[in-house]
């Protein structure tokens, strides 16, 4: 996950390379956390998701409407052809407090919709963009509060629902509204990749840190846990 949150910082930014602090989302298949960066290797979760990713949520209300898998980025895709305001969904959480995230409920209301609808093409693409925007904008909404609550205004987005398009132009939008900024990945970084763990091993490497050939296994890896460089 740190090879993710870095990735965005291999990029040539023209705006230059985001300095710690700064927030990071990570979000995809497997996490959706916000993560206080105070430095390079020195992380605090702020927020994270109580069941289902929201890469996760993707494929799975993909698989409702009859999308093969992996069905996110198709879901995305059909999402630019349904017409907006033809059906609305909660944003999960957003009208409590805090960071964390939430997403099985919103895959139950787009699998009622889904069943009660017509079940056409037109339909099936109107969900989609309900959902999308969805999730999108309560991703956006759990931003904005984690940049009011870490006193900064970098946003850094990595893991691969960060290659979504409605994403980054409602974060990009959210982030000029504040002044300040959001880095993203290309999106070919956006999913796993060696390039981006070479980048974090390299660092870690530079700043002198480095291990035995011994293997141990976590299946649960802290980032807060590891060594700030």
């Not at 390039?195 to 530079?206: E, K, P, S, T, V």
């Amino acid at each position: 996950m740190e090879g993710h949150l870095l990735a965005p910082l291999l990029e040539d930014d023209p705006l230059g390379r985001p300095e710690p602090p700064f927030v990071a989302l990570l979000v995809s298949g497997g996490h959706t956390q916000l993560i206080a960066v105070d430095a390079i290797g020195s992380y605090r979760l702020l927020g994270e998701t109580l069941d289902d990713a929201a890469g996760e949520a993707f494929d799975k209300t993909a698989k409702l409407m009859g999308l093969p898998y992996p069905g996110g980025p198709q879901l995305a895709a059909l999402a630019g052809q349904g017409t907006a305001g033809t059906y609305r969904f909660p944003r999960p959480m957003t009208n409590r407090p805090g960071l964390d995230f939430s997403f099985s409920g919103l895959k139950t209301q787009v699998m009622l919709a889904w069943r009660d609808s017509d079940q056409s093409d037109q339909e099936r693409a109107n969900i989609a963009r309900a959902f999308e925007e969805a999730v999108v904008d309560t991703l956006a909404i759990k931003c904005e509060r984690a940049l009011e609550a870490a006193g900064c205004e970098t946003l850094v987005v990595a893991g691969g629902v960060g290659a979504n398009v409605r994403l980054r132009e409602k974060l990009q939008a959210m982030a000029a509204q504040r002044g300040g900024r959001v880095s993203f990945p290309r999106p070919a970084f956006c999913t796993d990749n060696g390039a981006m763990i070479a980048f974090a091993g390299a660092l870690r490497l530079q700043a002198g840190q480095q291990g035995d050939a011994a293997v141990q296994v976590w299946p649960r890896w802290d980032m807060a846990t590891l060594p700030a460089l």
